[in-house]
């Protein structure tokens, strides 16, 4: 799974900084400096995101690609809380980083292992990973999915309309495309309402 940004709800203090770094669509800003957005997303932003999750103990990101339909759409705003392999279960969708790049996948087992436990993962999409996932390179788990403007908990088991979708979207690459375009244009219909129903309530708000 890729990631496109973080969003412009994310905020952390960062050691090494002076200030508070926003992370938002435009410009980020440091302690008055400013940093641009490809400065944090090539080799400083997964140290400044990392280092975010385990002060603040949650980010929020935005999803790109298509590995982890049906459970998750590309431009979905993810919440991801800072956890521990311990607190981990099989179902999770953790993030973790393996060779300076962050990976979000789908937990398949947990395995005792001869030194320390560690996860076996996979992409709802593709294959399983090969390379065990240890507790260091853990970073989070997707905890919230904002879908429609609404806040959806995120589950650890595909339901069995998921998993009929998933195999159709596996083997009919057309089958992707449409049911990609029907979602981004019920995502549009669902932001038009919800700026809709806000501005009727800030009309309605400031006459009273």
């Known amino acids: 799974m890729q990631f496109w940004r973080l969003t412009e709800n994310s905020s952390a203090m960062v050691p090494g900084f002076q200030g508070k770094i926003e992370m938002g669509r435009g410009d980020w800003t440091s302690g008055g400096r400013l940093l641009k957005k490809e400065c944090i997303f090539e080799g400083v932003p997964f140290a400044l995101a990392e280092e975010m999750l385990r002060e603040a103990g949650t980010i929020r990101v935005e999803a790109r690609g298509e590995s982890m339909l049906p459970a998750i759409f590309p431009g979905e705003e993810l919440i991801l809380h800072r956890v521990r392999l311990r607190d981990v279960s099989v179902g999770d969708v953790v ?39 240890f507790g260091e390179e853990l970073l989070g788990r997707v905890v919230f999915v904002i879908r429609d403007c609404e806040e959806m908990v995120l589950s650890r088991k595909p339901s069995f309309g998921q998993l009929i979708l998933g195999t159709v979207l596996k083997n009919v690459p057309a089958a992707t495309l449409a049911f990609l375009a029907w979602r981004q244009l019920r995502s549009r219909i669902a932001n038009f309402r919800q700026g809709a129903e806000n501005a009727l309530a800030g009309s309605i708000g400031h006459n009273i």
Not at 110 to 130: F, V, W
């Open 95 to 133: 993030l973790f980083v393996q060779k300076g790049k962050w990976h979000l996948e789908r937990v398949q087992e947990i395995l005792p292992g001869i030194a320390q436990p560690y996860l076996r993962t996979g992409l709802d999409m593709g294959s399983s990973r090969e390379e065990p996932v």
